[in-house]
């Protein structure tokens, strides 16, 4: 089983960046699939997850309004489009797989791969 994140990279206070997130190894198309985000010290935060169908989708509130989870299960692959981003959101940015709900992951969920650093100057 495999995440691959992609996308990160430098960009100013304000700007957007597009994480790309492809799986592989087993079939994703029945589980949520969602980020995380992690900075050294801290605990790893959820930041927000997608349903089987894109229907459901949670987020924290911090990234509500700016941040949107998108997924094409054709392509086993989960998108982070990422806007209007602040100096708060430099994390390395990991994607995540579990069929169980998101409100049961805690900081674990089932699945999650190697991550992208996204880093906002201010």
């Known amino acids: 089983v495999q995440l691959q994140a992609s996308g990160g990279g430098l960009v100013q206070a304000g700007g957007s960046l597009r994480l790309s997130c492809a799986a592989s190894?087993?079939?994703?198309?029945?589980?949520?699939m969602g980020w995380f985000r992690q900075t050294p010290g801290k605990e790893r935060e959820f930041v927000g997850a997608?349903?089987?169908?894109?229907?459901?989708?949670y987020y924290i509130d911090s990234v509500k309004g700016r941040f949107t989870i998108s997924r094409d299960n054709a392509k086993n692959t989960v998108y982070l489009q990422m806007n209007s981003l602040k100096p708060e959101d430099t994390a390395v940015y990991y994607c995540?797989?579990?069929?169980?709900?998101?409100?049961?992951?805690?900081?674990?969920?089932?699945?999650w791969g190697q991550g992208t650093q996204v880093t906002v100057s201010s």
């Open positions: 995540a797989s579990d069929p169980r709900h998101p409100t049961t992951w805690g900081t674990d969920p089932r699945y």
């Open positions: 997608i349903g089987l169908s894109g229907r459901s989708i």
């Open positions: 190894g087993r079939t994703f198309r029945s589980d949520w």
